[in-house]
Nanobody
């Protein structure tokens, strides 16, 4: 059974930091592109950051220099370090595992991040 379990969300003030974690089980962890997406109310889900099986990373422009994605292959966990958070980062954040050129695409249940005074 494939499971992606996110944790680490919460309420933080503008300028603060959070680290999201996603524990992955049931798949060959390092064979997948791992990503963090977010979805704010009334908006489409968008890719925030991704890390390939080779460790290459990419970020959406609005988070470059503030967010960092990483993975621990020994613990099958992917992280999203978020610094200098802004109110516009408020959203539900979802972990994703995608095996390229296949139909294997898995999602976590989401974790809420709220940036507010």
């Amino acid at each position: 059974q494939v499971q992606l379990v996110e944790s680490g969300g919460g309420l933080v003030q503008p300028g603060g930091s959070l680290r999201l974690s996603c524990k992955v089980s049931g798949i060959a962890f390092n064979a997948y592109r791992l990503g963090w997406y977010r979805q704010a109310p009334g908006k489409q889900r968008e890719l925030v950051a991704a890390i390939s099986s080779e460790g290459n990373t990419n970020y959406r422009d609005s988070v470059k220099g503030r967010f960092s994605i990483s993975k621990d292959i020994n613990n099958n966990t992917v992280y999203l370090q978020m610094n200098s958070l802004k109110p516009e980062d408020t959203a539900t954040y979802y972990c994703n595992a995608l095996r390229l050129f296949s139909a294997s695409n898995f999602w976590g249940q989401g974790t809420q991040v709220t940036v507010s005074l």
